[in-house]
């Protein structure tokens, strides 16, 4: 039904910034609701949520160790983006977007099995 695509990760020296953005596919922005997030994933430990947010009233959720260094939004061609700044080494990690449908609840955002429709990933390396 939905389809999600990752672009730009990459390499970036700590302190730096990047900005990740999702593109949506089969995605009726107009007349649905969804929840939106960004999980992080590191080898060997469980895919994490980063940021959420839900498309009809625009309300937000970070996980505590990037809140106030990371903004979730979307614009009005539909692509989620996740603005890091102030890079950390701890922020490295494989990136995926993810959607689900109506809003983003407070207790189950960040889970991963609240989520149906993912995103291949895309990696961000934070170098020191």
């Known amino acids: 039904q939905v389809q999600l695509a990752e672009s730009g990760g990459g390499s970036v020296q700590a302190g730096g910034s990047l900005r990740l953005s999702c593109a949506s596919s089969?995605?009726?922005?107009?007349?649905?609701?969804?929840?939106m997030a960004w999980f992080r994933q590191v080898p060997g430990k469980e895919r994490e949520g980063v940021a959420a947010?839900?498309?009809?009233?625009?309300?937000t959720y970070y996980a505590d160790s990037v809140k106030g260094r990371f903004t979730i939004s979307q614009d009005n061609t539909k692509t989620l983006y996740l603005q890091m700044n102030s890079l950390q080494s701890e922020d490295s990690g494989m990136y995926y977007c993810?959607?689900?449908?109506?809003?983003?609840?407070?207790?189950?955002?960040?889970?991963?099995?609240?989520?149906?429709?993912w995103g291949q990933g895309i990696q961000v390396t934070v170098s020191s």
């Open positions: 089969g995605y009726t922005y107009d007349t649905t609701s969804f929840c």
């Open positions: 993810a959607a689900d449908p109506v809003v983003c609840y407070s207790s189950y955002w960040s889970k991963r099995a609240a989520f149906r429709i």
């Open positions: 947010l839900t498309t009809r009233d625009g309300t």
